[in-house]
């Protein structure tokens, strides 16, 4: 009987450190007699040696055929594991050891009937259990959490079978209450080996002799030996940075049994919240993951598998879970858990994804660039160059890799480029300018930043070129560099460069002082016509023919220049004259050559030019001075009329001087008040009393004394001085006017006349500006008479209907002066509002002798009338002339007949004298 004991209690020991198949169901036993009496032979063979004793209780149990209800009982006195014999339906217990009331806590005086789902932690499980065994499905070494009688939580390895039990379905399970150490055994197979090593039924009888005289087996020291191995392990897992986690794949869902205090760290979760859990609730809602699926396919087919889940935490953060799972084999090769080893790599791939991400930047950056990016090996072959650079030279990248770098450029390129390398060598940065040669034979200019290679070593392996295209600059260099030497609209050399030219040839007469020049200074007469009649392009069109036929008057051969300064200006430099006869033939063949239609754009335009010649002598040191007498001359010339040429000389400066002088003189007068306005009285032909005056201005030189309006008037005009000049004589007449009528009432009407230039004339604000005037002077505007000229109106006949028309709103009488000089066309008259015409001297003068000069000025008078005009007479100096006028029923007449010009002191004497003419 002793052996039969020891084989029980072998075969409870190895069921429960090699966690094989101990358990088998009823069934089983009674289809595997035979088995059983076979294994039972060996284990006789096994022991002859050892223990012969044994073997003849084997061979007596052999042939003693216990019952399998019999045996059952037997092994369940026997093992040290509670065991139950449960009612699937009902829950009673049907059989049960003596271990059983003590593994929950009851005493022992009290009896358990029925183990129901009050037992489990999760009461879910035991649902799953009962479901699980319904299937016909075997449960080994299932984890769960127990509870005991009094709520305290334990942790067993639950073993089941369905069986029929008394001609019921039943389930006989074995519970293995374990510390927490246990569960990990499992992950080691050297363990488990030396544990069947130790379990062999020869080493059944090793064993140490207690007090009782029993026998205790050597196995059970040497497991004292293998737990305090498991605890070393179990301190080593805990220590591990990467998580470890045990699940059982013998228990339903394959629940985590173990997991270590990183684990627990890396999610958040305790160990109590995971254990009997499936891992899958780790992914969140996340379970359609490519990685979850190879997961799921590697546990199916019990392989090792290494994946990246994106897991998340306890809190809800996610994570980035590098995964390696393994199986766990026992000892007869069958699959009982996995292993994962889990490690956060959240940082390392945000890390690489990071680095990946500037990878790709870079990797943009280098094709996208609009620079050219171009490596050269030591030997100074291209290894690397970006697509931007192949496209700017018309290569493929790969037509370009392996070439050197000689071979994309000219023989003017190789020389330098030979230099530039070397300093590469020498170890120089540098940013230069380079032309190299393109694939279709086209120029690439290009600014290259240069910066030199070199191994760890120190040895030069290279260089990094960064290529900019700049032939677009290039070409806009050139021709900004033509824009500033050249005019835009004939080709011409412009100012500065025929100012250059003129320096050079300054400097050469200063060498030689035979080698004479001479500079023509050319202006078209009435060009302007041109432009507002035919319009800008044929003036322009005019501007460049002009050019070419000026190009045509000189010899091919000769070193002169034709430059346009702008505008209808041309200038020309003749180099190694002889004299300045040859200067003026040049201008005599440039009038003949201008006889010549010009044919633009189908209208036939004839012009001629004023020229103004300068001989170039040693006198002269700056171009400026000599390019200011050609045009002195210039204007000498249109001074002569059209078609004139002008050789300059002194006594032109010492003019220009004056002139010069002038200006800055008037300019002072009105600041210094040395205007003074003279009055000419207007007097009724019919009556012979005076009507009017017309207001004239003088200059009290201090210097030189009365300075006559034809003398300074044109300057005043030119610079634009006449504009205060008039609006001075205006206020000035219209003051003295209303004195003059305050001062003599009885004198009626009398009206005042004042001139208005065209410049005048032209301002935005004249009417407002006179209108202004009157009421300060508290002047009548029907006392005042504006005398404008016919080519202020002609000039622009629109605008001057329109001032006209504000003015005559106003009340005040408008005049034309000078009528019958200017451009007067009779058809215009009555396009403005006009009250007065004033018949310019010049026919006036002529009366005495000349009937033509009579019919001209009835014919105004007639018209005038039929156009209710009244008609002033100028210039009347005679007698006989204001009898004519008399006659011809002209209405007033003014004149040294009647008066000079007074101030106004002399004027209130004439007043006062209240002469009759």
């Known amino acids: 009987m002793f052996s039969l004991v020891s084989l029980a209690v072998y075969t409870t020991l190895a069921m429960a450190f090699t966690r094989s198949k101990v358990y088998t169901n009823q069934h089983q036993l009674n289809n595997n007699k035979k088995k059983l009496t076979s294994a039972t032979k060996e284990h006789i063979t096994s022991c002859k040696d050892t223990n012969q004793a044994l073997l003849q209780e084997l061979e007596s149990y052999k042939q003693s055929v216990l019952e399998p209800q019999e045996l059952l009982y037997s092994l369940a006195e026997l093992s040290p594991f509670p065991i139950v014999v449960v009612c699937l339906e009902s829950g009673n217990i049907l059989f049960k050891n003596q271990l059983l009331e003590p593994l929950f806590g009851i005493d022992s005086y009290k009896k358990l009937d029925k183990i129901t789902s009050e037992f489990y932690a999760n009461s879910a499980l035991w649902t799953q259990l009962t479901n699980k065994l319904y299937r016909g499905e075997p449960v080994k070494n299932f984890a769960v959490q127990l509870k005991k009688i009094n709520g305290n ?538 009507t009017g005056f017309e207001a004239l201005v003088r200059w009290q030189h201090p210097e030189r004394g009365l300075i006559p309006p034809a003398e300074f008037i044109p300057v005043a005009e030119e610079t634009g001085l006449i504009v205060p000049i008039d609006q001075w004589v205006l206020r000035e007449s219209c003051q003295q006017l209303r004195q003059w009528q305050l001062q003599f009432p009885d004198i009626k009407p009398l009206s005042i006349s004042v001139n208005l230039s065209g410049k005048q004339f032209s301002q935005p604000c004249l009417v407002e500006q006179i209108d202004q005037i009157l009421q300060q002077t508290n002047l009548a505007p029907s006392s005042l008479k504006l005398e404008i000229t016919e080519s202020a109106i002609i000039a622009s006949p629109e605008k001057a209907a329109s001032v006209l028309q504000q003015l005559k709103a106003l009340g005040i009488q408008l005049c034309i002066d000078d009528f019958g000089t200017g451009y007067s066309s009779l058809a215009y008259l009555h396009h403005f509002p006009i009250d007065v015409l004033k018949i310019d001297r010049s026919f006036v003068t002529r009366l005495d002798n000349n009937g033509e000069q009579l019919a001209i000025i009835r014919a105004i008078i007639t018209l005038a009338g039929n156009l209710g005009m009244s008609v002033v007479a100028e210039g009347v100096e005679t007698t006989n002339q204001l009898v004519q006028l008399r006659l011809l029923q002209c209405d007033q007449a003014q004149g040294y007949l009647f008066s000079q010009p007074l101030n106004s002191d002399k004027t209130s004497i004439l007043l006062a004298a209240r002469p009759q003419f």
């Not at 029929?164 to 209450?177: P, Q, R, S």
Request: net charge negative.
């Open 153 to 690: 939580l334990f942790e067993a390895l639950i073993s089941a079978k369905v069986v029929n039990y008394e001609d019921k379905l039943a389930a006989l399970i074995v519970f293995n209450e374990q510390p927490r150490t246990k569960q990990i055994n499992a992950l080691f197979g050297d363990t488990t080996e030396d544990i069947n090593a130790q379990a062999k039924p020869e080493n059944v009888n090793s064993g140490v002799e207690t007090s009782t005289g029993c026998t205790i087996p050597a196995l059970a020291i040497e497991y004292q030996h293998l737990e305090a191995r498991l605890h070393l392990m179990e301190r080593a897992l805990a220590a591990s940075s990467n998580g470890i986690i045990l699940t059982d794949v013998n228990q339903p869902d394959n629940p985590i049994i173990y997991v270590n205090p990183a684990f627990e760290k890396m999610t958040g979760y305790c160990a109590g919240e995971v254990i009997g859990r499936n891992c899958r609730f780790l992914q969140g809602n996340e379970r359609d993951q490519a990685a979850v699926e190879e997961l799921r396919i590697a546990i199916q087919e019990q392989r090792e598998c290494h994946v990246i889940l994106r897991n998340y935490r306890k809190d809800g953060t996610p994570f980035w879970n590098e995964l390696y799972v393994a199986p766990v084999f026992d000892a007869f090769g069958c699959l009982t858990h996995f292993i994962g080893v889990q490690n956060d790599i959240t940082q390392h791939l945000e890390a690489t994804e990071a680095l990946r991400e500037r990878e790709e930047q870079y990797r943009r950056i280098v094709e996208t660039a609009t620079e050219g990016i171009w490596v050269l090996d030591k030997d100074n072959k291209t290894r690397f160059v970006n697509q931007q650079m192949a496209t700017m030279l018309g290569y493929t990248v790969d037509e370009m890799l392996g070439k050197t770098l000689f071979s994309f450029m000219d023989s003017e390129g190789l020389a330098i480029a030979t230099n530039l390398l070397s300093r590469r060598h020498q170890g120089i940065h540098e940013t230069h300018d380079f032309k190299f040669r393109c694939k279709d034979g086209s120029d690439l200019w290009a600014m290259i930043s240069c910066a030199p290679l070199f191994d760890e070593r120190g040895n030069y392996a290279g260089a990094l070129e960064m290529v900019t295209d700049i032939t677009d600059r290039k070409h806009m260099e050139k021709n900004l560099v033509r824009h500033a030497f050249y005019d835009a609209l004939t080709g011409l050399p412009n100012r500065v460069l025929f100012m250059c030219r003129l320096e050079q040839a300054i400097a050469r007469i200063k060498r030689c002082p035979d080698d004479l020049f001479a500079v023509l200074f050319l202006d078209l007469d009435r060009f302007k016509l041109v432009n507002d009649s035919l319009g800008h392009l044929v003036g322009d069109r005019l501007l460049v023919t002009l050019a070419q036929r000026l190009q045509s008057c000189l010899h091919p051969d000769d070193d002169d220049t034709v430059a346009r300064l702008g505008g209808d200006e041309f200038t020309i430099l003749l180099s190694h004259i002889q004299s300045v006869d040859d200067a003026i033939r040049v201008a005599e063949d440039i009038h003949q050559m201008l006889k010549s239609p010009f044919n633009l754009n189908g209208y036939e335009v004839f012009t001629t030019a004023s020229i103004g010649i300068v001989l170039g002598t040693t006198k002269y040191s700056q171009a400026a001075d000599l390019l200011r007498d050609a045009d002195t001359a210039l204007y000498r010339a249109k001074e002569q009329g059209q078609a004139w040429h002008m050789v300059f000389d002194t006594t032109m400066y010492d003019r220009a001087v004056a002139l010069l002088q002038l200006e800055t003189d008037l300019r002072w007068a009105i600041e210094r008040r040395e205007l003074r306005v003279l009055y000419q009285p207007i007097v009724s032909v019919a009556t012979g009393r005076i």
